[in-house]
Nanobody, 122 residues
Framework: QVQLVESGGGLVQAGGSLRLSCSAS????????MGWYRQAPGKQRELVAG???????NYADSVKGRFTISRDNNKNTVYLQMNSLKPEDTAVYHC????????????????WGQGTRVTVSS
């Protein structure tokens, strides 16, 4: 059993900042990837930022220079620091992790958090 628990969403004015956290717990051998996706009303879910176990990061063009993803491998936790927020950043943000549950497992599984809502007012 693996759980992803997110926190840190809320309501903020344009130009403000928020920090999202996502912690993975349960039967975990390794985590290859952790990332944040978001889904705004009427839109498809999109990747916001991701980080591999080796520390490589990638960002959506729309958030480059404003958002920073980081990861604490010892705590199985990923963070998303969001600065200079815009109304178009309003969405439900979902944590995603690609996890191998056992050293004997030949494959990784993807897991999702329940989502945390971010609302940016103009």
């Amino acid at each position: 059993q693996v759980q992803l628990v997110e926190s840190g969403g809320g309501l903020v004015q344009a130009g403000g900042s928020l920090r999202l956290s996502c912690s993975a717990s349960g039967s975990i051998f390794s985590i290859a990837f952790m990332g944040w996706y978001r889904q705004a009303p009427g839109k498809q879910r999109e990747l916001v930022a991701g980080v591999t176990s080796g520390g490589s990061t990638n960002y959506a063009d729309s958030v480059k220079g404003r958002f920073t993803i980081s990861r604490d491998n010892n705590k199985n936790t990923v963070y998303l620091q969001m600065n200079s927020l815009k109304p178009e950043d309003t969405a439900v943000y979902h944590c995603n992790a690609v996890i191998r549950r056992s050293s004997r497992s030949p494959y990784d599984d993807g897991y999702w958090g329940q989502g945390t809502r971010v609302t940016v007012s103009s």
